[in-house]
């Protein structure tokens, strides 16, 4: 397996950061969610904690990705795939990348106006801010975009399945761990 992409495949470091992340990702948000709701709110609050430092990690990871997507050029649309297609691919993954950024830091502003400490792992980061109003304004974006970003991963994952089940091409096999042979057939 390669491990930098090539003009049709994605190598093994970017088909890593990508599932690791969005395993991470989907974890932090479905529990974000129960969490929310959770009758018992000083359970919530002790279970939160990990819901920081799993989505932190999610920003710790998304910066050597980003600089690894610059480095190691994206492979090409395949071949059959529409200009309209291609606009909405880019536009779901430049907002994926925004969320990703977006929500770790968000959370860790609103948590740090509260005064709620934010550990990473072991490590208590900073807090980033102590100003009441701009942790609340926070938290609400926090919570509007985490909603938002449920409809973003779905239309993520609809577009992979809809490229593997109806237009039969390798669009998902080539990002799966082990979904595409380096032979030179299913050539994008």
């Known amino acids: 397996m390669l491990f930098k992409n090539t003009q049709d495949r994605f190598g093994a470091v970017s088909k890593t950061f990508h599932w690791v992340i969005a395993i991470d990702f989907i ?20 279970y939160f904690k ?3 430092e799993f989505g932190l990690l999610v920003l710790v990871l998304v910066v050597p990705r980003l600089l690894w997507r ?14 309209w297609e291609k606009r909405l691919a880019g536009a779901v ?19 740090s106006a509260a ?39 779905g239309l993520h994952v609809a577009g ?3 490229h593997h089940f109806i237009d039969h091409d390798i669009t998902l096999r080539r990002m799966l761990p082990f979904g595409v042979k380096d032979t030179g057939e299913d050539k994008p």
């Open 27 to 46: 974890c932090v948000m479905l529990a974000g969610l129960y969490l929310a709701e959770l009758a018992d709110k000083a359970t919530a609050l002790h």
């Open 50 to 52: 990990y819901h920081k």
């Open 70 to 83: 610059l480095y190691s050029a994206v492979p090409d649309y395949v071949a059959s795939l529409r200009t």
């Open 93 to 111: 993954h430049f907002l994926l990348y925004c969320c990703m950024f977006f929500m770790p830091l968000s959370g860790w502003i609103f948590s």
């Open 115 to 153: 005064g709620r400490p934010v550990d990473f792992f072991g490590y208590t980061l900073p807090n980033l801010t102590q100003d009441k109003a701009l942790g609340h304004f926070f938290h609400a974006a926090h919570q509007v975009v985490g909603w938002s970003l449920l409809g973003i991963v």
């Open 160 to 162: 992979a399945l809809k």
